[in-house]
C-alpha cells in the first residue's frame, strides 16, 4: 500500500522536547490519504505548545503508512478545510473580523454543488477574494453596518453561570476562588442584570481585553487555526457546516467573555494565567458529560450562521 503524508506542526516537536516523559503523548488524526499529528488543549502543557508560540503550526510533512479502514476525506471537505485555515490567517485582520470572513465564505459555499469541479475551483479563490475585500476595507465597512441583536449574547453570558468548569484545573492565583464565583452569581442574574453584564463586558473587552494580549496576539489565531485543524473543519457533515461554524463563534464568545469577566475588577493576567484558562475552557468543551450542556447553549437558534454573527457583532 501506497505511504501517505503526515502532517507535523512545530507544537508537537516543541511539546516531545520539553516534556518526553509525559504520560499524555501527541495522537494521529487518521484519514484514508492523509494524517495530522495533534494534541488535546485540557492539558496546560499541551496548550502552552499549541497557544505559546507564533512559530507552532510551522508543518513538516513525512510519510506514513496509512491505517487500514479508515474514511476518505472527501475533497470538497480539504478544499473548505484548507479556504477556512486561509481566511483566519489574513493578516492585519481582528479576530471577529476573520471569523465573519469565515461565515461569509461559508454561507458562499453552502450554496455550491459540492461535487462540482467548478464549485472547488470557485471555493479554491475565495480566500484571495476575501483577502482582497480585506485590504480595500470593504470587510470592515460590511462588518460594521450589521445590526447588533442582543440576545443570543445574553444568553450565552447567562448560561456561563451554569456550566460545570473544573476550577481545580487553573493555575494557583488570586482569581482562582473569585472568578467561579463571579460566573454563579451571573446564574442569578435577572434580564436587566444581564443586559448590564452583556455591555460591561462588551467594554472591559474592547479596553482591556485587546491589551491583555497586545504583546502575544497569535494566541487567539494559533486557537483557531488549531480548531480548523484539529477538527478539520467544517467536518465531515458538509449540510451542516453553519452549525459547525456557530459552534466555534460561540466557543470563541464563552472564551472571550471569561477573560473579559478575570479582567473587569482590574486584574491583571499573566501568560500562564491565560493558558490555563484555555486549558479550563477545553477541559469542559471535551469533557462528554458536559456535550449535551453545550448543544444545549444554542438548540434554538433558527438561523445559526446570524447567530453565529450576531456574538460578534457589538
Not at 187 to 198: C, R
Request: proline share 5%; hydrophobic share 45%.
Amino acid at each position: 500500500m501506497n505511504q501517505i503524508e503526515c502532517y507535523e506542526p512545530a507544537f508537537i516537536r516543541h511539546y516531545r522536547a520539553q516534556h518526553p516523559a509525559a504520560i499524555r503523548q501527541p495522537l494521529v488524526i487518521n484519514w484514508q490519504h492523509e494524517a495530522r499529528c495533534s494534541l488535546l488543549l485540557d492539558d496546560p502543557d499541551c496548550c502552552e505548545a499549541v497557544l505559546g508560540s507564533p512559530e507552532a503550526f510551522v508543518l513538516q510533512v513525512k510519510m506514513t503508512e496509512p491505517v487500514p479502514g479508515v474514511a476518505a476525506l472527501p475533497q470538497h471537505l480539504q478544499v473548505l478545510n484548507q479556504a477556512a485555515l486561509d481566511i483566519v490567517t489574513l493578516p492585519d485582520l481582528s479576530i471577529d473580523l476573520r471569523l465573519y470572513a469565515l461565515g461569509v465564505m461559508l454561507s458562499y459555499a453552502q450554496k455550491l454543488p459540492a461535487d462540482s469541479d467548478d464549485a472547488l475551483e470557485t471555493l479554491k479563490s475565495l480566500p484571495q477574494t476575501l483577502a482582497g475585500y480585506a485590504a480595500r476595507g470593504t470587510l470592515a465597512e460590511m462588518f460594521a453596518q450589521l445590526p447588533v441583536i442582543a440576545g443570543p449574547q445574553r444568553q450565552l453570558i447567562g448560561s456561563l453561570g451554569r456550566l460545570l468548569f473544573d476550577w481545580d484545573r487553573l493555575v494557583d492565583c488570586t482569581r482562582k476562588m473569585s472568578l467561579p464565583l463571579q460566573l454563579s452569581l451571573l446564574a442569578l442574574a435577572d434580564a436587566n442584570s444581564e443586559a448590564l453584564m452583556q455591555q460591561q463586558l462588551l467594554d472591559v473587552w474592547a479596553r482591556e481585553g485587546q491589551k491583555a494580549f497586545a504583546d502575544r496576539p497569535w494566541i487567539w489565531t494559533n486557537y483557531l487555526v488549531y480548531r480548523l485543524y484539529h477538527e478539520t473543519f467544517p467536518g465531515q457533515d458538509h449540510h451542516d457546516m453553519l452549525t459547525g461554524y456557530l459552534h466555534l463563534v460561540s466557543d470563541y464568545f464563552l472564551l472571550r467573555s471569561l477573560f473579559s469577566l478575570w479582567l473587569m475588577d482590574g486584574s491583571t493576567i499573566s501568560h500562564a494565567q491565560a493558558i490555563s484558562l484555555f486549558s479550563v475552557f477545553e477541559a469542559w468543551r471535551l469533557d462528554e458529560k458536559s456535550t449535551a450542556e453545550r448543544e444545549a447553549l444554542l438548540a434554538d437558534q433558527q438561523d445559526p450562521l446570524l447567530t453565529a454573527i450576531s456574538l460578534l457583532v457589538s
